[in-house]
């Protein structure tokens, strides 16, 4: 008898808890933690537009934030409107930690992954990152997955342990600009001097260059497919990562137009013969 008194005792005290009043509120304060985040965004990409220089800086900071709102309201929510008893807490915490360790430990491998990405911070919000075959700008960084945004406007969604033993490569590291390299392939007897003036003609003329950063070249012989030329390696910095593909496109563009304006020769067909 003691022990079915204890289990109704039990089972009264947690109705008690969840009666509709507090369901009610327990709505609305997530409807609340919501809009203030929404909120909160919709300001950041107010100012981004104001201030694109400090772009990068919004992002994070609104990221931040709105970890942070979901993280304690909710947190607040619980204590403050259910005010459940320091017994049933435990209890409470004990079993969902157990049956999340048996039923989330992906997830669970996830959320530490993503709290050591917050803090040793590899990449940041707005980086361009290389990652296996995916390619594009991090758009957020949460507790469970990274989001990238492709050149193509996928959204990929990568799960946070992925980035603790894989390699990934960041391009700009929080900076606005980013080294873009780009290739150019000329015959075994064309003017490389002229070829590579050409280039760097066309690149500190781009309205996408960054001027504050050289541009540099690395020349070599390659062969490529049945052909034998030499390769001009243009590295150069786009004043803003959003305009990666713009800044490669004008250049590719300009410079080959001016390539066939002044005679500059194209690689030959390798027919057995050295160049």
């Known amino acids: 008898m003691n022990e079915s008194g204890d289990l109704v005792s039990d089972l009264a005290t947690v109705l008690d808890l969840f009666d509709v009043s507090v369901l009610a509120l327990l709505a609305l304060g997530g409807v609340c933690l919501w ?43 619980i204590l403050g409107v259910l005010n459940p008893p320091r017994e049933f807490i435990l209890a409470a915490a004990g079993s969902i930690a157990v049956a999340l360790g048996f039923a989330l430990k992906d997830v669970a491998a996830s959320l530490v992954a993503g709290l050591l990405l917050l ?11 290389t990652f296996d075959d995916t390619y594009g700008e991090i758009v957020s960084i949460g507790l469970r997955a990274v989001r990238v945004q492709t050149l193509d406007d996928n959204l990929v969604t990568i799960p946070n342990s992925r980035f603790i033993t894989d390699v ?45 950063k050289p541009v540099t070249f690395a ?21 803003d990562v959003r305009y990666e593909k713009a800044f490669q496109s004008d250049v590719v563009l300009r410079v080959t137009g001016l390539f066939r304006e002044r005679g500059i020769a194209r690689p030959r067909e390798l027919r057995g013969e050295s160049a």
């Open 168 to 212: 990934v490569a960041s391009g700009n590291s929080g900076e606005l600009d980013m080294m873009v390299v780009t290739d150019f392939h000329v015959g075994l007897d064309a003017d490389l001097q002229a070829a590579r003036d050409i280039i760097e003609e066309v690149i500190v003329t781009s309205r996408y260059a960054f001027l504050k």
């Open 119 to 129: 803090f040793d911070r590899p990449f940041q919000v707005g980086d361009r990152v």
């Open 35 to 77: 809009a203030l985040n929404w909120g909160i965004q919709h300001l950041g990409h107010s100012l981004m537009d104001r201030v694109p220089a400090r772009r990068f800086l919004i992002l994070q900071l609104t990221t931040l934030i709105g970890f942070a709102i979901y993280t304690l309201g909710t947190g607040a929510l």
């Open 219 to 239: 020349i070599e012989e390659v062969a490529v497919a049945e052909y034998l030329a030499v390769r001009l390696r243009a590295k150069a910095y786009v004043l």
